[in-house]
Protein backbone atom coordinates (compact mmCIF):
# COMPACT_ATOMS: atom_id res chain seq x y z
CA UNK A 1 0.00 0.00 0.00
CA UNK A 2 2.66 2.63 0.50
CA UNK A 3 4.05 1.87 -2.68
CA UNK A 4 0.63 2.35 -4.01
CA UNK A 5 0.51 5.99 -2.53
CA UNK A 6 3.99 6.81 -3.42
CA UNK A 7 2.52 6.63 -7.21
CA UNK A 8 -0.58 7.68 -6.23
CA UNK A 9 0.88 11.11 -4.76
CA UNK A 10 1.89 13.09 -7.36
CA UNK A 11 -1.39 12.80 -9.12
CA UNK A 12 -3.54 13.55 -5.98
CA UNK A 13 -1.39 16.55 -5.56
CA UNK A 14 -1.64 18.28 -8.49
CA UNK A 15 -5.40 17.50 -8.76
CA UNK A 16 -6.00 18.96 -5.39
CA UNK A 17 -3.75 21.83 -5.83
CA UNK A 18 -5.50 22.63 -9.05
CA UNK A 19 -8.67 21.88 -6.95
CA UNK A 20 -7.62 24.36 -4.50
CA UNK A 21 -6.16 27.24 -7.16
CA UNK A 22 -10.11 26.82 -9.13
CA UNK A 23 -12.15 27.07 -6.13
CA UNK A 24 -13.10 23.51 -6.98
CA UNK A 25 -12.34 21.07 -4.35
CA UNK A 26 -15.62 19.55 -3.42
CA UNK A 27 -16.30 19.12 -7.65
CA UNK A 28 -13.23 17.40 -7.87
CA UNK A 29 -13.99 15.63 -4.81
CA UNK A 30 -16.89 14.15 -6.22
CA UNK A 31 -15.26 13.51 -9.37
CA UNK A 32 -12.30 11.37 -8.18
CA UNK A 33 -14.88 9.16 -5.70
CA UNK A 34 -16.79 8.56 -8.91
CA UNK A 35 -13.66 7.75 -11.21
CA UNK A 36 -12.51 5.42 -8.36
CA UNK A 37 -15.38 3.72 -8.17
CA UNK A 38 -15.56 3.00 -12.05
CA UNK A 39 -11.74 2.14 -12.05
CA UNK A 40 -12.71 -0.77 -9.27
CA UNK A 41 -15.97 -1.82 -11.48
CA UNK A 42 -15.62 -5.79 -12.48
CA UNK A 43 -15.79 -4.67 -16.51
CA UNK A 44 -13.18 -2.11 -16.46
CA UNK A 45 -10.93 -3.18 -14.11
CA UNK A 46 -9.64 -6.15 -16.25
CA UNK A 47 -9.22 -3.47 -18.98
CA UNK A 48 -6.52 -1.53 -17.01
CA UNK A 49 -3.81 -4.52 -17.11
CA UNK A 50 -2.56 -2.64 -20.58
CA UNK A 51 -4.21 -4.83 -23.16
CA UNK A 52 -5.86 -1.36 -24.54
CA UNK A 53 -3.54 1.40 -26.09
CA UNK A 54 -3.38 4.26 -23.79
CA UNK A 55 -5.32 6.50 -25.39
CA UNK A 56 -8.13 4.25 -26.35
CA UNK A 57 -8.12 2.91 -22.54
CA UNK A 58 -8.52 6.80 -21.88
CA UNK A 59 -11.32 7.68 -24.60
CA UNK A 60 -13.77 4.61 -23.21
CA UNK A 61 -13.30 5.34 -19.35
CA UNK A 62 -14.10 8.89 -19.94
CA UNK A 63 -16.86 7.48 -21.76
CA UNK A 64 -17.98 5.66 -19.42
CA UNK A 65 -17.46 8.40 -16.90
CA UNK A 66 -19.58 10.41 -18.73
CA UNK A 67 -20.71 13.85 -17.56
CA UNK A 68 -19.38 12.80 -14.04
CA UNK A 69 -16.10 13.96 -15.22
CA UNK A 70 -15.20 17.46 -16.67
CA UNK A 71 -12.95 18.60 -18.84
CA UNK A 72 -10.17 18.99 -16.39
CA UNK A 73 -11.49 15.70 -14.68
CA UNK A 74 -10.98 13.97 -18.22
CA UNK A 75 -7.34 15.58 -18.95
CA UNK A 76 -6.22 13.98 -15.60
CA UNK A 77 -7.50 10.19 -16.55
CA UNK A 78 -5.77 10.93 -19.72
CA UNK A 79 -2.19 11.54 -18.11
CA UNK A 80 -2.53 8.71 -16.00
CA UNK A 81 -3.94 6.34 -18.94
CA UNK A 82 -0.92 7.57 -20.48
CA UNK A 83 1.34 6.42 -17.78
CA UNK A 84 -0.61 3.22 -17.51
CA UNK A 85 -1.82 4.14 -13.90
CA UNK A 86 -5.80 4.18 -13.74
CA UNK A 87 -5.50 1.24 -11.67
CA UNK A 88 -4.59 3.46 -8.15
CA UNK A 89 -7.49 6.14 -8.86
CA UNK A 90 -8.63 4.61 -5.97
CA UNK A 91 -5.52 5.27 -3.93
CA UNK A 92 -5.37 9.11 -5.84
CA UNK A 93 -8.93 9.82 -4.49
CA UNK A 94 -8.11 8.83 -1.17
CA UNK A 95 -5.02 11.05 -0.35
CA UNK A 96 -7.11 13.88 -2.36
CA UNK A 97 -9.35 13.11 0.83
CA UNK A 98 -6.69 13.14 3.17
CA UNK A 99 -5.18 16.70 1.57
CA UNK A 100 -8.97 18.27 1.46
CA UNK A 101 -9.61 17.53 4.83
CA UNK A 102 -6.13 18.80 5.79
CA UNK A 103 -6.82 22.21 3.62
CA UNK A 104 -10.12 22.22 5.27
CA UNK A 105 -9.20 21.52 8.92
CA UNK A 106 -11.00 19.00 9.32
CA UNK A 107 -10.89 15.34 10.49
CA UNK A 108 -13.43 12.39 10.65
CA UNK A 109 -13.93 10.35 13.73
CA UNK A 110 -15.05 7.02 14.47
CA UNK A 111 -17.12 6.15 17.28
CA UNK A 112 -18.12 3.15 18.33
CA UNK A 113 -20.45 2.80 21.33
CA UNK A 114 -22.17 -0.17 23.21
CA UNK A 115 -25.66 1.80 23.12
CA UNK A 116 -26.85 4.45 20.52
CA UNK A 117 -25.59 7.81 20.93
CA UNK A 118 -28.21 10.72 21.53
CA UNK A 119 -27.64 14.35 19.30
CA UNK A 120 -26.35 15.84 23.27
CA UNK A 121 -23.94 12.83 23.51
CA UNK A 122 -22.94 13.04 19.88
CA UNK A 123 -22.55 16.99 20.39
CA UNK A 124 -20.36 16.80 23.60
CA UNK A 125 -18.32 14.24 21.83
CA UNK A 126 -18.05 16.46 18.89
CA UNK A 127 -16.51 19.59 20.70
CA UNK A 128 -14.24 18.16 22.75
CA UNK A 129 -12.36 16.28 20.32
CA UNK A 130 -12.69 19.87 18.06
CA UNK A 131 -10.80 21.30 21.18
CA UNK A 132 -8.04 17.97 21.38
CA UNK A 133 -7.50 18.29 18.09
CA UNK A 134 -7.85 21.77 17.05
CA UNK A 135 -9.82 21.11 13.76
CA UNK A 136 -13.35 20.59 12.92
CA UNK A 137 -14.53 16.75 13.54
CA UNK A 138 -16.82 14.63 11.56
CA UNK A 139 -18.44 12.05 13.61
CA UNK A 140 -18.76 8.19 12.03
CA UNK A 141 -21.07 6.78 14.89
CA UNK A 142 -21.82 3.02 15.32
CA UNK A 143 -23.21 0.20 17.28
CA UNK A 144 -21.17 -2.18 18.83
CA UNK A 145 -22.57 -4.21 21.95
CA UNK A 146 -19.83 -6.07 22.25
CA UNK A 147 -18.83 -3.10 24.56
CA UNK A 148 -20.91 -3.73 26.86
CA UNK A 149 -21.12 0.35 27.81
CA UNK A 150 -18.75 3.16 26.98
CA UNK A 151 -17.41 4.40 23.84
CA UNK A 152 -13.95 3.53 21.29
CA UNK A 153 -13.05 6.72 19.37
CA UNK A 154 -10.48 6.54 16.70
CA UNK A 155 -9.54 9.26 14.71
CA UNK A 156 -5.91 8.99 12.50
CA UNK A 157 -3.18 7.57 15.17
CA UNK A 158 -5.59 8.32 17.89
CA UNK A 159 -7.51 6.13 19.93
CA UNK A 160 -9.42 6.14 23.02
CA UNK A 161 -10.94 3.54 24.69
CA UNK A 162 -13.56 4.38 27.02
CA UNK A 163 -15.60 0.78 26.76
CA UNK A 164 -16.34 -1.36 29.45
CA UNK A 165 -14.49 -4.04 27.40
CA UNK A 166 -11.75 -2.02 27.23
CA UNK A 167 -11.18 -1.41 30.90
CA UNK A 168 -11.82 -5.43 32.09
CA UNK A 169 -9.17 -6.26 29.82
CA UNK A 170 -6.48 -3.53 30.59
CA UNK A 171 -7.69 -4.69 34.55
CA UNK A 172 -7.14 -8.11 33.43
CA UNK A 173 -3.83 -7.23 32.51
CA UNK A 174 -2.17 -5.24 35.39
CA UNK A 175 -3.95 -8.58 37.54
CA UNK A 176 -2.18 -10.85 35.60
CA UNK A 177 1.37 -9.12 35.85
Not at 42 to 69: D, H, M, R, Y
Not at 89 to 116: G, H, I, Q, T
Request: with cysteine; proline share 2%; net charge negative.
Amino acid sequence: MAELSTIARPYAKAAFDFAVEHKAVDSWTEMLTFASLVSVNESIKPLLNGTLASAELASLFIKVCGEQVNEQGQNLIKVMAENGRLAILPSVSLLFAEYRNEWAKEVEADVVSAFELNSEQQQQISVSLEKRLARKVKLNCSIDTSLIGGVIIKSGDLVIDGSVSGKLSRLSDKLQS
